[in-house]
């Protein structure tokens, strides 16, 4: 994926592009080398190395999902995503007329629902744009 050295080609690239003045690109170009020496973008590398494993790791496992003969498993995350935003919208209509419900019930329904959504969705897309990425 990304070595050091493709990172730090990439950042000079973004560097001299971004940063007209020779002062500040200068600068810049200094903190990159002390990142580099510091180990941070090696650090980098590695964490887009493990994102991208997780990922392979989420795809597998719906894939799995969906081959299974189990109507539940291939079923569960739209059902989730349904009830965390049947919930939301309760807790909505309770507001309306009056009836309070707990502000951490409706953050946390809120923080599920977004997750369950980004999983959902953002990782249809993303599967999407790798296959499309890999096609070309």
Not at 46 to 53: Q, R
Not at 78 to 105: D, H, K, R, V
Request: charged share 20%; proline share 2%.
């Amino acid at each position: 994926m990304f070595g050091l050295d493709a990172l730090l080609n990439v950042g000079g690239k973004l560097i001299d592009k971004l940063i007209p003045d020779p002062e500040a690109k200068a600068k810049a170009q200094m903190q990159l080398a002390t990142m580099a020496n510091d180990g941070e973008l090696a650090k980098m590398a590695n964490d887009t190395k493990l994102f991208e494993l997780e990922h392979v790791a989420v795809t597998s496992r719906w894939q799995a999902d969906m081959s299974s003969d189990s109507w539940l498993s291939k079923n569960i995350r739209p059902m989730a995503l349904i009830a965390i935003f049947a919930a939301y919208f309760l807790f909505t209509c309770m507001s309306a007329f009056g009836y309070n419900a707990q502000e951490s019930y409706v953050q946390l329904l809120g923080q599920w629902g977004q997750i369950i959504f980004l999983a959902y969705f953002g990782g249809r897309t993303v599967e999407k744009l790798a296959d499309m990425r890999s096609k070309k």
